[in-house]
């Protein structure tokens, strides 16, 4: 069985920065696309940041603020985010990509999830 497990949430001031992990165990994550989604109440999960093999992928309210990379050694996913905001303040999910038939922001490709880590930027 899959388990993703997200840490490094926490609490920061906005201009801050932090450094979410999602350690991967029970499958070898090579060749699965993985993604950082954030979610709200009241709202739906967003797409933060993805990669692939190759490349990497970002929502528009983080470029140029948060990077998405990947271990194969480890079998982790980091999504170092600088420069906060009051804005980015969710609930950070990890997930693994299990199905290629529409876009990767789509939160419905993803198969496999953490629990989340809380992250929240003060004003």
């Known amino acids: 069985q899959v388990r993703l497990s997200e840490s490094g949430g926490g609490l920061v001031q906005a201009g801050g920065s932090l450094t979410l992990s999602c350690a991967v165990s029970?499958?070898?994550?090579?060749?699965?696309?993985m993604g950082w989604f954030r979610q709200t109440p009241g709202k739906e999960r967003e797409l933060v940041a993805a990669?692939?093999?190759?490349?990497?992928y970002y929502g528009d309210s983080v470029k140029g603020r948060f990077t998405i990379s990947r271990d194969y050694s480890s079998n982790t996913v980091t999504l170092q985010m600088n420069s906060l905001k009051p804005e980015d303040t969710a609930l950070y999910l990890c997930?693994?990509?299990?199905?290629?038939?529409?876009?990767?922001?789509?939160?419905?490709?993803?198969?496999?999830w953490g629990q989340g880590t809380q992250v929240t930027v003060s004003s």
């Open positions: 997930a693994c990509r299990t199905s290629y038939r529409d876009s990767r922001f789509n939160p419905s490709e993803y198969g496999e």
């Open positions: 029970g499958r070898n994550f090579i060749g699965h696309d």
């Open positions: 990669i692939d093999n190759s490349r990497s």
